[in-house]
């Protein structure tokens, strides 16, 4: 495997040529830390290819190939190669069996485009990356309780509610302004749902310290 300093060699396959073109371009663009080393169609094409294996595969969930996710994700892990799975649905039971499978992450394509990103350096990281949304349909029944956080949330949370500014947790997570408000809004739409209103950052400092996020002493748990 690459080392953690060196780019993330990526792969897409996906069967939507025009999505699979947008998103290759926006990587090459915009990610300068990711390595867009091979963009397919079809499963075969990957597996073929010389380039692989590659560090993470960004791979749609609906390629009609009757070939089941959960093989196609557990020959990844075998090869040593992290999975985020891309959709347009959210079903439970299908989020549940990739990330039963091994999958690190989960999206719906009408996720931004820096949340995308954000999935593959978590993935990377060996950290779980779950859609907001997804989260939420899968454990809809967490009413009442704390919700689970990744680890990158754990730490905006934290910073943010240790009384950093916006701007210097997404400077000491190696993130843009706007992939940290993304997180806030994802933190705050999680405890939402689980019945806690944490829209202020008075709110926000509370409930990390009650979840053991943050200290009173303002030190952030960034563990």
Excluded: C
């Amino acid at each position: 495997m690459a080392d953690n300093d060196a780019p993330i060699r990526l792969a897409l396959v996906d069967d939507h040529r025009m999505l699979l073109g947008a998103l290759t371009e926006w990587i090459r663009s915009a990610a300068m830390d990711i390595r867009m080393v091979l963009a397919v169609t079809t499963w075969p094409e990957l597996l073929t290819s010389p380039e692989f294996p590659v560090d993470v595969v960004l791979l749609d969930l609906d390629l009609k190939d009757g070939i089941p996710v959960s093989l196609k994700i557990s020959t990844l892990k075998t090869a040593g190669v992290k999975t985020v799975v891309m959709s347009t649905y959210s079903e439970p039971n299908v989020v549940r069996e990739a990330l039963g499978a091994g999958a690190l992450g989960y999206l719906v394509k009408s996720e931004d485009a820096d949340m995308i990103v954000e999935a593959i350096r978590a993935a990377r990281r060996g950290e779980q990356y779950i859609s907001a949304e997804l989260d939420l349909a899968i454990n809809s029944g967490d009413v009442g309780g704390v919700p689970k956080l990744s680890a990158q949330e754990r730490r905006v949370m934290a910073l943010y509610g240790g009384g950093e500014p916006v701007k210097s947790v997404a400077y000491q997570l190696g993130i843009s302004e706007e992939t940290a408000k993304s997180y806030l809004k994802r933190i705050r739409e999680k405890y939402r749902v689980a019945g806690y209103d944490v829209g202020t950052k008075v709110a926000l400092r509370k409930r990390a310290i009650a979840d053991g996020i943050l200290i009173q002493d303002d030190s952030p748990q960034l563990m």
